[in-house]
């Protein structure tokens, strides 16, 4: 069966106009409005509620297997990558306040980059057990001060 499209050039769903569930597409618009709902921090009936449709037509054209903060965190990175495709172009026009604001990023990632490394903490040596403690504290160093320790009572 061919598929119609409206004067939008949007698919037009099966039941479009019949009584029942009509079947919603997720347009190319729609995911961006989404997209940019999330960035915004707002939840899931907010942006049913802005799409006109029920949160489980949302969960299931807008968050398949995947949870709200997920999401929101993927919207976020998508956001940056295309402003940074923006500056870099504007940056290869010759604009010079998008050639530094480049410049402060790569440094705040470099930045971000070392201390990531300076906060892992060492790996923490294993702590011996009572065997080995005690075997570690028996072994002669070559001197005798342990003989010039205290002495027990009744020891001459």
Not at 27 to 41: D, G, H, I, P, Q
């Amino acid at each position: 069966m061919a598929q119609s499209f409206d004067l939008l050039g949007d698919p037009i769903p099966d039941g479009r106009g019949k009584p029942g569930a009509t079947g919603h597409i997720a347009t190319a618009e729609n995911t961006n409005k989404v997209r940019w709902l999330l960035v915004s921090n707002a939840k899931k009936p907010e942006i049913a509620k802005q799409l006109g449709i029920s949160i489980p037509t949302l969960n299931k054209h807008y968050f398949k297997k995947q949870s709200l903060k997920a999401a929101r965190l993927r919207a976020i990175s998508e956001a940056q990558s295309r402003m940074l495709l923006l500056l870099d172009r504007a940056a290869e026009k010759g604009s010079v306040s998008a050639m530094k604001e480049i410049g402060k990023i790569a440094r705040q990632a470099e930045l971000d980059c070392l201390a990531s490394d300076i906060r892992k903490p060492l790996p923490s040596a294993k702590p011996l057990g009572i065997k080995a403690q005690r075997k570690a504290e028996a072994t002669p160093d070559g001197s005798w001060d342990f003989l010039s320790g205290p002495r027990p009572e009744g020891v001459h």
